[in-house]
């Protein structure tokens, strides 16, 4: 079992940064692979970026590529998302995620999930 909760969110103007942190809980957390994913007012829930549980591989949305970075420290316990350059668009409720395999960019493939946080860029 492992439990998720992610802060950091807020509210930032269009080419501003925020950094997303994801606690999790439990004994095997060095043995999951972790998503961020995120979902706007009247959208899908859509897949940002992921890591391999040995944190060798990370996977992005095109839409993201290049401004975020996602990153994991099994010794702690957590995995970040660093999000530069944001834009209005990039405005959602973001969400840790966790599977154990493989990282794959469906949502209805994690197991386990956070309760999100929310990020509200400005133009």
């Known amino acids: 079992q492992v439990q998720l909760v992610e802060s950091g969110g807020g509210l930032v103007q269009a080419g501003g940064s925020l950094r997303l942190s994801c606690a999790a809980s439990?004994?095997?957390?060095?043995?999951?692979?972790m998503g961020w994913f995120r979902q706007a007012p009247g959208k899908d829930r859509e897949f940002v970026a992921g890591?391999?549980?040995?944190?060798?591989?990370?996977y992005y949305a095109d839409s993201v590529k290049g401004r975020f970075t996602i990153s994991r420290d099994n010794a702690k316990n957590t995995v970040d998302l660093q999000m530069n350059s944001l834009k209005p668009e990039d405005t959602a409720v973001y969400y840790c995620?966790?599977?154990?395999?493989?990282?794959?960019?469906?949502?209805?493939?994690?197991?386990?999930w956070g309760q999100g946080t929310q990020v509200t860029v400005s133009s």
């Open positions: 439990g004994r095997t957390f060095s043995s999951y692979a």
């Open positions: 995620a966790a599977r154990s395999g493989l990282v794959t960019t469906h949502n209805g493939e994690y197991d386990y």
């Open positions: 890591i391999s549980w040995r944190y060798i591989s990370t």
